[in-house]
């Protein structure tokens, strides 16, 4: 009888872990995809499309809001798109995101990301 209370208790115990583990995997996820769609959503497409890129300002806030780590961000601009992306880590866990927005075209009166 100890015995299975201590197979039980110790599967507990494993299933938690596991659930502490997703939970902590999800949040940091979330923080890498809102780092990289802030950056975008708060850029200058009008910059941009001149080579001036966004900085890691607005990516860096929602990550440490989340209270997170960015260890990773880059922008690059390719048919007609900016592209970020970012890597993130939190509560121990490491996770990475990509978002991209369109550019206008010449003489577009658009000047942010579709959505």
């Known amino acids: 009888m100890a015995l299975l209370a201590l197979a039980l208790l110790l599967s507990v115990g494993l299933v938690a872990r596991w659930g502490q583990a997703a939970l902590a995997s999800s949040r940091a996820q979330a923080a890498a995809d809102a780092a990289a769609l802030v950056t975008l959503a708060t850029a200058d497409v009008a910059a941009i499309q001149h080579g001036v890129m966004p900085d890691d300002a607005a990516a860096q806030s929602a990550v440490r809001d989340a209270g ?3 260890l990773g961000f880059e922008v690059h601009v390719d048919d007609g798109a900016a592209h ?3 890597v993130v880590e939190l509560d121990g866990q490491r996770a990475s995101a990509a978002a991209a927005a369109p550019l206008p075209q010449a003489g577009s009166a658009t000047g942010g990301p579709a959505g």
Request: hydrophobic residues 65%.
């Open 68 to 70: 997170g780590a960015l």
């Open 84 to 86: 970020v992306e970012v």
